[in-house]
């Protein structure tokens, strides 16, 4: 009797924890977007700051991501191909911004480049400008982000081994010609989720960029912090919601993209 | 740096390694280093004035506090729902096990006025809570709601390969020989499922520490009351008290290692007993 039982209090539990916990965040989003109707939520993103922001995002990941993508690639191929002195303390070092606090992450870069120090003095006296800047919003978008990609590579690139390169060596092929043709098709899903992951997050990374940013209206505002001004501000609700139904929408997609990506592995599998 | 006995034909071990390690060095390396030396050259009456401040403490009480009851929320329910995502059959379960990773992939800022538009109290479940005459939205509670959302994946994806790995005919052998369910779960299954557990229960835990963005919506921030470590630290910040910042980041870094070292260790464990 108890084993017919176990099972559907389990499943509703499940339901429930889930639906309380996710469901209805997500769809509270919507529903407050659209409260005042469709016109409202369109009328949202008639701002120009709105735009400044969603371009500043886009310019932002544009270049973390990128650069993230490449250091995952070489720094995986790096540890999974070769043995080395110190390989721990690397894979230490890569996890270390999934232990630091995202406000500390950008905390260091305002004590690095800002006006206080010696560094940011010459920084001010040449006009360059970092911190309440863009640079400051991609460098520490680059630090909370970092680890995706390359965490996701390197059990995949542990797993296969390196027979099939050292193969492609005795056969002639230079290093290039390696990467591309042996390594990359057997990782590339892996890489695309990592590359996805990674994505999301530095479109929505808050607190690093929120302590870089200084809050400039137009200028250093990316969405998660143009929401977070439009919230606090006079209008509230809708709009803030309208913007945060984009990011929301992306996050789907990460999720959509992911099971995709796991679906077909599976199926590789069988 | 080489190991001299490993003989590797791969290419690019050289190039590879100089950029990985410079890349993690001027991006991580450094600038942690330099918030070390910048907090040495406190004097230690500052230091302990800035971060033993009644205020401060408090916030270390609230976000340690509401970080390990949200990782325990988290260590029950995230069980539950691995099991019956990997024992049972059910309908949407694939729509379900996809969702899971929601809190990964959301924005903190949006999670956080998700969070608070539900909590509120003329929000979804606020206004029923208010019924029982229980505030969530601007109370310790709400701290505790965002960081529950924060860890939920966590657990349950270090639970499900562990789970999915167990060996049936362990179960089964432990049956035939007379365990009742109950003493099979508690006796044969919950001990090789420990190091997960403990490993998801401390990823989480560790996560809610630090976090900022999905909380400073819904905790409503009033001073002594709601407001979390990393709030602290953005308020000095804004304050352009660069040094009281520094002090307090200090601290919270120091937390967060020791979580990281734990994870570490019980990873390590994990992998010896299998």
């Given at each position: 009797?108890?084993?017919?039982?176990?099972?559907?209090?389990?499943?509703?539990?499940?339901?429930?924890?889930?639906?309380?916990?996710?469901?209805?965040?997500?769809?509270?989003?919507?529903?407050?977007?659209?409260?005042?109707?469709?016109?409202?939520?369109?009328?949202?993103?008639?701002?120009?700051?709105?735009?400044?922001?969603?371009?500043?995002?886009?310019?932002?990941?544009?270049?973390?991501?990128?650069?993230?993508?490449?250091?995952?690639?070489?720094?995986?191929?790096?540890?999974?191909?070769?043995?080395?002195?110190?390989?721990?303390?690397?894979?230490?070092?890569?996890?270390?911004?999934?232990?630091?606090?995202?406000?500390?992450?950008?905390?260091?870069?305002?004590?690095?480049?800002?006006?206080?120090?010696f560094f940011g003095?010459?920084?001010?006296?040449?006009?360059?400008?970092?911190?309440?800047?863009?640079?400051?919003?991609?460098?520490?978008?680059?630090?909370?982000?970092?680890?995706?990609?390359?965490?996701?590579?390197?059990?995949?690139?542990?797993?296969?081994g390196v027979l099939?390169?050292?193969?492609?060596?005795?056969?002639?092929?230079?290093?290039?010609?390696?990467?591309?043709?042996?390594?990359?098709?057997?990782?590339?899903?892996?890489?695309?989720?990592?590359?996805?992951?990674?994505?999301?997050?530095?479109?929505?990374?808050?607190?690093?960029?929120?302590?870089?940013?200084?809050?400039?209206?137009?200028?250093?505002?990316?969405?998660?912090?143009?929401?977070?001004?439009?919230?606090?501000?006079?209008?509230?609700?809708?709009?803030?919601?309208?913007?945060?139904?984009?990011?929301?929408?992306?996050?789907?997609?990460?999720?959509?993209?992911?099971?995709?990506?796991?679906?077909?592995?599976?199926?590789?599998?069988? | 740096?080489?190991?001299?006995?490993?003989?590797?034909?791969?290419?690019?071990?050289?190039?590879?390694?100089?950029?990985?390690?410079?890349?993690?060095?001027?991006?991580?390396?450094?600038?942690?280093?330099?918030?070390?030396?910048?907090?040495?050259?406190?004097?230690?009456?500052?230091?302990?004035?800035?971060?033993?401040?009644?205020?401060?403490?408090?916030?270390?009480?609230?976000?340690?506090?509401?970080?390990?009851?949200?990782?325990?929320?988290?260590?029950?329910?995230?069980?539950?729902?691995?099991?019956?995502?990997?024992?049972?059959?059910?309908?949407?379960?694939?729509?379900?096990?996809?969702?899971?990773?929601?809190?990964?992939?959301?924005?903190?800022?949006?999670?956080?006025?998700?969070?608070?538009?539900?909590?509120?109290?003329?929000?979804w479940v606020g206004?029923?809570?208010?019924?029982?005459?229980?505030?969530?939205?601007?109370?310790?509670?709400?701290?505790?709601?965002?960081?529950?959302?924060?860890?939920?994946?966590?657990?349950?994806?270090?639970?499900?390969?562990?789970?999915?790995?167990?060996?049936?005919?362990?179960?089964?052998?432990?049956?035939?020989?007379?365990?009742?369910?109950?003493?099979?779960?508690?006796?044969?299954?919950?001990?090789?499922?420990?190091?997960?557990?403990?490993?998801?229960?401390?990823?989480?835990?560790?996560?809610?520490?630090?976090?900022?963005?999905?909380?400073?919506?819904?905790?409503?921030?009033?001073?002594?009351?709601?407001?979390?470590?990393?709030?602290?630290?953005?308020?000095?910040?804004?304050?352009?008290?660069?040094?009281?910042?520094?002090?307090?980041?200090?601290?919270?870094?120091?937390?967060?290692?020791?979580?990281?070292?734990?994870?570490?260790?019980?990873?390590?464990?994990?992998?010896?007993?299998?």
């Amino acid at each position: 009797m108890t084993s017919k039982i176990a099972p559907v209090i389990l499943i509703l539990l499940t339901f429930f924890y889930l639906g309380l916990f996710l469901v209805l965040p997500l769809a509270a989003i919507f529903v407050e977007a659209f409260r005042k109707g469709f016109a409202v939520y369109l009328n949202s993103f008639n701002d120009e700051y709105a735009w400044s922001a969603i371009r500043l995002t886009l310019l932002t990941a544009g270049i973390a991501v990128p650069l993230n993508v490449i250091f995952g690639v070489v720094a995986a191929w790096c540890i999974t191909k070769f043995e080395f002195w110190g390989k721990n303390i690397l894979i230490t070092l890569i996890d270390l911004p999934f232990a630091v606090s995202p406000v500390i992450a950008g905390l260091v870069f305002v004590l690095i480049f800002g006006r206080q120090t010696f560094f940011g003095e010459w920084l001010l006296a040449h006009n360059i400008k970092i911190i309440f800047a863009t640079p400051g919003l991609v460098l520490a978008t680059i630090f909370v982000t970092f680890p995706f990609v390359v965490r996701e590579l390197i059990p995949l690139m542990q797993e296969q081994g390196v027979l099939e390169e050292e193969a492609a060596v005795m056969l002639g092929a230079g290093g290039w010609d390696i990467f591309w043709r042996v390594t990359f098709p057997n990782i590339k899903w892996g890489l695309l989720y990592g590359v996805i992951l990674c994505n999301a997050r530095a479109m929505g990374e808050f607190g690093a960029v929120s302590v870089v940013s200084g809050h400039i209206r137009g200028e250093t505002n990316t969405i998660p912090l143009y929401i977070q001004t439009v919230y606090d501000g006079y209008a509230a609700g809708a709009s803030a919601f309208a913007m945060a139904t984009l990011l929301a929408a992306l996050a789907l997609i990460t999720l959509i993209i992911k099971s995709i990506i796991e679906w077909k592995e599976k199926r590789r599998e069988r | 740096m080489r190991n001299p006995k490993q003989h590797n034909v791969l290419p690019g071990f050289g190039l590879t390694f100089g950029f990985t390690t410079a890349y993690i060095s001027l991006l991580v390396l450094i600038p942690l280093s330099l918030l070390m030396v910048r907090a040495a050259s406190l004097t230690w009456a500052e230091f302990i004035k800035t971060v033993a401040s009644p205020q401060v403490v408090a916030s270390y009480k609230l976000t340690m506090g509401a970080s390990f009851l949200a990782a325990v929320i988290n260590a029950i329910f995230g069980f539950i729902v691995a099991w019956s995502l990997v024992r049972y059959k059910f309908p949407c379960r694939r729509l379900i096990d996809a969702i899971v990773d929601l809190p990964f992939a959301m924005p903190t800022a949006v999670s956080g006025i998700a969070l608070t538009a539900i909590c509120a109290k003329n929000g979804w479940v606020g206004s029923v809570a208010s019924i029982a005459g229980i505030k969530i939205a601007y109370t310790q509670l709400g701290v505790l709601v965002a960081l529950t959302f924060i860890g939920l994946p966590f657990v349950v994806r270090t639970l499900q390969p562990a789970l999915e790995d167990i060996d049936k005919e362990l179960e089964e052998a432990a049956e035939s020989l007379g365990a009742t369910k109950f003493q099979t779960f508690t006796r044969v299954i919950l001990p090789s499922l420990m190091p997960s557990l403990a490993t998801g229960f401390t990823l989480a835990f560790a996560r809610a520490i630090g976090e900022y963005g999905s909380v400073v919506f819904i905790s409503g921030n009033l001073a002594y009351k709601t407001e979390i470590t990393p709030l602290l630290i953005v308020a000095k910040l804004e304050a352009f008290d660069y040094a009281g910042a520094t002090a307090i980041s200090v601290v919270l870094l120091f937390m967060s290692f020791i979580l990281m070292f734990i994870i570490n260790s019980l990873q390590f464990y994990g992998r010896k007993f299998k």
